[in-house]
């Protein structure tokens, strides 16, 4: 599955049919598809430059979930092995999220467990530098029953991910090839659960963040949990007293805010999240929301609904456009249990 933020049509052409349309004439072909979209918001019309060269080539890798079980280490080598025969390799990779099958609900021996595993892999069998976003699955002991935690260990909650992904913090941004990345925490602690949200102190660092960079560098947002997302009412069948009720786990319950915040910030082109196993291509406001499936696909069982086991890799340019593909790395399913 391919997706791409351009209108393959020339700058020349949208003028033309601009002029046209405005004298009621009648236009065909490459013409007619660009008048049709001077209907549009101005804000979702990206018209990409003919001489624009590519920026980055980068992996978007969600939602691995490594566990020694159901061969997922053998899972997660074979997808990386999938990405080192690619003939243009991505030159950086985003992960996405829960790293690990799982550490929530988990004790400190077999979350140390899945974090050695983790390491080994990555170690053996990948050269490319890697960046790494915190899922839900990924912060340590929050249900205090079955993880047999306090809430006073060092390493308790969102510490432990970002000590295992050696990120600088559960939330943090760099900038890279002309692009500005933004790495966020969307996941928000609310009893033994959590919902999809930025807490204030995260809020206020993301505004002024994306407040300090160019409007001519374009922004790409990374998160665990979708910010907006069609593939989050598909995932399961919300309906209740026929009304559609998405619970504040499967996404963003300040996409409102976030969506006003991003309207100040043009150059916020593209926004990646996993977290629903899922693929899915959203444009609002001008800016893309992709939900990029997940490695693990039914977490090592097979295929979510039509969505298999797979990864993307992104084409972004400097004109603030991209490309997306999500490619499926063959791989067989566990009969394992």
Not at 94 to 117: E, H, N, V
């Amino acid at each position: 599955m391919s997706t791409t933020s351009t209108i393959e049509i020339s700058r020349r052409q949208l003028l033309a049919a601009a002029g046209a349309a405005a004298a009621g004439l009648s236009l065909e072909g490459p013409r007619a598809l660009a008048a049709s979209l001077l209907a549009r918001p101005t804000s979702n019309l990206i018209v990409a430059r003919p001489d624009r060269k590519r920026s980055i080539r980068i992996g978007h890798l969600t939602d691995i979930h490594v566990q020694p079980e159901k061969r997922a280490a053998e899972g997660l080598t074979a997808c990386l092995a999938h990405i080192g025969s690619l003939k243009d390799k991505p030159e950086l990779i985003l992960t996405g999220g829960d790293s690990i099958m799982d550490s929530f609900a988990s004790d400190r021996t077999r979350t140390d467990l899945q974090w050695d595993l983790w390491h080994k892999v990555w170690k053996e069998n990948c050269t490319i530098p890697v960046r790494s976003a915190v899922g839900n699955h990924d912060a340590w002991g929050w249900n205090k029953k079955d993880s047999k935690t306090t809430g006073n260990e060092p390493l308790y909650g969102k510490a432990m991910a970002e000590e295992m992904l050696r990120i600088p913090k559960r939330y943090y941004s760099f900038d890279q090839a002309g692009w500005h990345f933004v790495v966020l925490d969307s996941t928000f602690h609310v009893g033994d659960g959590y919902i999809g949200k930025l807490d204030d102190e995260q809020f206020e660092w993301l505004r002024e963040d994306l407040a300090a960079v160019d409007l001519k560098t374009p922004v790409l947002v990374l998160s665990h949990i979708p910010i907006l997302s069609v593939a989050a009412i598909m995932y399961d069948n919300f309906i209740k007293n026929g009304q559609i009720t998405l619970p504040g786990s499967e996404m963003h319950t300040d996409v409102y805010a976030l969506k006003d915040l991003f309207l100040q910030h043009p150059n916020v082109k593209l926004c990646l999240s996993g977290h629903i196993h899922l693929l899915d291509d959203v444009r609002f406001n001008g800016v893309a929301y992709l939900c990029n499936g997940a490695v693990c696909g039914k977490w090592w069982k097979g295929r979510v609904q039509q969505c298999g086991e797979g990864y993307a890799v992104l084409d972004l340019f400097d004109d603030g456009t991209f490309t997306n593909e999500y490619l499926e790395y063959g791989w067989k399913a566990s009969l394992e249990k």
